[in-house]
């Protein structure tokens, strides 16, 4: 899989790395028992085949509970995506196409 496996203690260390990089960063908040979350990965995997520099960082809202309080997370999944460390492109829960993700991230370059 090519996403990047978090924890809370690593997160934002990976994060400064990922941008230092000059990569997008694709923050998945998802459970292993969502169904939802498991289709958004299907989107995700196809969306890092046709972006480059782009990172996804998958974080388990299960486990990583600061997180998801920090980024507000109500429901899974919850997709964020950062153009850089100040600016946010995309909030959005539920299921997104990775067409619609590519053409967000690809204006935004």
Known sequence: MPFIEIDEEDFDAIVA???????TVILKFGSTFC??????EFELEEVVDR?????????????CGSLVHRFDVEQVPTT???KNAQTQLLYKNGIIL?????DIILRER
Request: include cysteine; proline fraction near 3%.
């Open 35 to 40: 169904d939802a979350c498991q289709l958004m």
């Open 80 to 82: 964020v995506i950062f």
């Open 17 to 23: 790395r990922e941008f230092a990089k000059g990569h």
């Open 51 to 63: 972006v480059p520099k782009l990172s996804v960082l998958d974080i388990d809202s299960g486990v």
């Open 98 to 102: 990775a067409d619609d993700i590519v």
